[in-house]
């Protein structure tokens, strides 16, 4: 496979991925700086063994980094996409998207892959670049704070 047809095969899921991690504005923006990033290594994506576990880990690496960025420029954190605050109480599954939302990177990205995307924690390890342990702790995590806007 060459390198557009690669990016044709998992361009869906990263921008899926991405717009879970970010929201639906910058998830553009996100995939096209990893995949630029990415044609640009030596070998581009057809020099990956496996491009779209790499091109995850890249989406899930861009948001982090995006994320730490926005940090330094403001004392307050801004909103993530669908925070708590802008939810009506009357919706669960309103709750659960703002909850999602508001959670660090890496436990929205665990709890996106597995339990949007049916992935084992194994297989979302492998995406993240982590150990199958730290996803479940990244799980127990959102399910405790799903929980707690769930009953409180």
């Not at 996409?81 to 959670?103: C, E, F, H, K, Q």
Request: charged share 25%; hydrophobic share 40%.
């Amino acid at each position: 496979m060459d390198d557009s047809e690669i990016y044709a095969s998992v361009r869906r899921d990263l921008m899926r991925y991405a717009t879970a991690l970010t929201g639906p504005d910058a998830a553009d923006d996100v995939v096209s700086v990893v995949v630029t990033r990415s044609l640009a290594r030596s070998g581009g994506l057809a020099g990956l063994r496996e491009p779209k576990h790499y091109l995850m880990k890249s989406v899930l690496n861009e948001v982090r980094s995006r994320h730490r960025s926005q940090a330094r420029r403001s004392e307050a954190p801004a909103a993530t996409y669908g925070a708590v605050d802008d939810i009506p109480d009357s919706s669960t599954a309103s709750i659960v998207d703002a909850v999602i939302a508001s959670l660090p990177p890496r436990q929205r990205a665990a709890a996106f892959l597995v339990f949007h995307e049916e992935y084992t924690p194994s297989e979302a390890a492998a995406v993240m670049g982590c150990r199958p342990a730290t996803v479940r702790r990244y799980l127990h995590l959102a399910r405790t704070r799903l929980r707690e806007a769930l009953d409180g």
